[in-house]
Structure formats: C-alpha cells, structure tokens
C-alpha cells in the first residue's frame, strides 16, 4: 500500500539521480543526496568509504534482529543515446546498470520502513555503496570499515534490475547465482626481427597464439564439467606491419567461477601454463591475474525464504528462478560472510519498448519496477523473510 503512495515519488527520485550520474568512487552528490533524504526521515546515517551512507532504523525490539539492505550507487563510463526528458546531463556517464534504481528502491523501503516502525521488530541497516562497477568493490571497502559490525546484521538483501524479465516480476535462486571475476594481463617479450628470418627471432605473435590455445584447455580439461567456469582471451596487441615481427605482445582476458578452491588451482594453472610455454618457446613472461569479486552465493533457506514472501505479495506465477549468469557483482563480498539473498527486479517491457540490456547507451527500465522493488526491500527489512 505505502509502495504505490510512494511509487511516484520515488520515481521522480529515479529521474533526478538518472539525470546525475556519477562514476565509481565518485558518488559525491548522489552520497548527500541519499544523506539529505534520510534526514528528511530523521534516520541516522554513518559515512564509510568516502561515500558510502550506512543508515539505521529501529523498530520495536531494536535487538531482536538486524537485516541489511543494499543498494549501489555508481554508474557508468557510457554516454548515454536515450532521448528522455531525464537524460544523463553528465557527458560520458550514464546509468546504464540500474543502480539510480536500486538506490530509489532503497530510499522508498526506507521511507516506508520508518513510516511502520511500530509495526516490526528489529533494527534494518541501511548500505547505500559506492563502487560496485569497479575493482576493488565498494561492498569489501565497506566490509574492511566495519558495515558488517555494530550493529553485525544476521542477513542481507540486494536487489538487481533485470532486462530479460518482465515488469511486475521478480526472480530468485538459492546457491551459486553469479560468477567471480579475475582480470588476466599478460605481456610476452622476445627479440624481434625481420619477418622473412624468423629463425633469428622468438616469435612473440605465434608464442602467444600458441598461449591462447594452451589456455583455453584449462577450464576444459582440468575442471568439473557440471562446475560452471569460463577463460576468455579478450584483448591481443602486438606489431604494426607486416614485415616485422615484435618483440613484444600483449594479452588480456577475464576468468570466472563459481567455486573459491578451483578459482585459485585455476590461476595458479594460468600462471604455471603461460610461463612454462613462454619459456619453452625462447621468449619472457610477465603474467598478472587481478584478483576481483567472488562468485555470488545466495543462502539457500534464506533465498526460499524470501521467494514464498515475494510469491504472496505479487503471484505465484509472477515469481520464478533466477537463471545463472557468468556475471560478477561485489554484492559477493557480503554473501560469503553473512547469509544472503541477491534477488531480480523484472523492468522488461516489450509494450513500451523496453528490451535493451544493460551496460548499453539506450539501456533503459520500466519505472513501474520502482514499486515492487521498495516494497519487496521494505518487507525483507521488516520480517526477514520470515
Ligand atoms: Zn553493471
Ligand atoms: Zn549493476
């Protein structure tokens, strides 16, 4: 009831941060924005991570339990190509993932949740993030400053906006649901020379041809094939022209998992693979793995929890299983210290055109989302999913 009264507004709240995009790290008017609306609701609120607004509401029996809600705040380097009257006024920066949403989501469930405080029990703690699009994560910087402490929150909540599901539904799963992401950086040095005498040359082109070859039979012969993993060589810079052999290439690639022992035994193989090869092929090898989020890890009672919660607030046939996805998310960080439940807004309308995905300059999502979004945040505060 309070979502609909609220719904308009939050919109207009959606519209104003979609028009003010900033990028990771640099969520400055968006962190006193979210400040000047908790203060309008008389909710304290804590600043970590620079920009990062950690707010407490109290209901009765603020001890009985603590549940968090997240929401992330950052956007993209992206210039936006929607022609909407709240278009990115920032050139370059576009909220091309949603997070304008989340956030509106949050101040919504916030707004609600302190309008009921004499009808739940507990303490709801608040995460606006900073950071999520970029390593190191603005969830593990806020975990290292304590947001999981004092008070430590027993669950916590996240919510994504989802392009493949339609408006007015939502998706959950229990278990594994998002992939870890590595950043591999490689650069392989050999003497270079005329290309019509190679046998005075270590061949940099063909060594880190053969590298990729060699890479790509990790994942596929050393890992359970029921566990999902993926190695993708993305970037190969090397010579200019076509009668010089460089002596120098550089290589770039992603590698996801959804499991922390084979994530590890992988980059070691990397690393033992690449450098073995580069050598035995007369050349130099400098390998770097950035390690980055790890896999998300939803609690399975938790996740079944609060999808029968979300399957009497909208319809059963409005609620169905998240499909696994090779995609990170630094909601991880939080799902591998404390149970965790990171669930899927539907904002797909075919109707209004609305189908493009994410990271896109025309992304775009159905504002009707913004309601269930608050109301689902601001019911899994109130009861925990209970
Ligand atoms: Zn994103
Ligand atoms: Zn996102």
Redesign the pocket.
Known sequence: MLAKKYSEEMIGIRRHLHAHPELSYLEFETSKFVQQKLSELHIPFEIKATTGVIGLIEGKNPGKRVVALRADMDA?PIIEENDLPYKSTIPGVMHA?GHDVHTSCLLGAAKILSELKDEWEGTVKLIFQPG??KNPGGASLLIKEGVLENPAPQSIFGLHVHTILDVGKLSFRGGMVMASADEIYITIKGKGGHAAAPQFTADTILIASNLIVSLQQIVSRNNNPFNPSVLSITSFQGGNTTNVIPSEVNLMGTFRAMDEAWRFKAHDLIKKISTELVHSMGAEIDIRIDVGYPFVLNNELLSAAARSKAEAYLGKENVSETELRMGAEDFAFYSHKIPACFFRLGTRNEAKGITIG??TPTFDVDENAIEIGMGMMALFGATNAE
């Open positions: 993209l993932c999520e699009e994410g990271h």
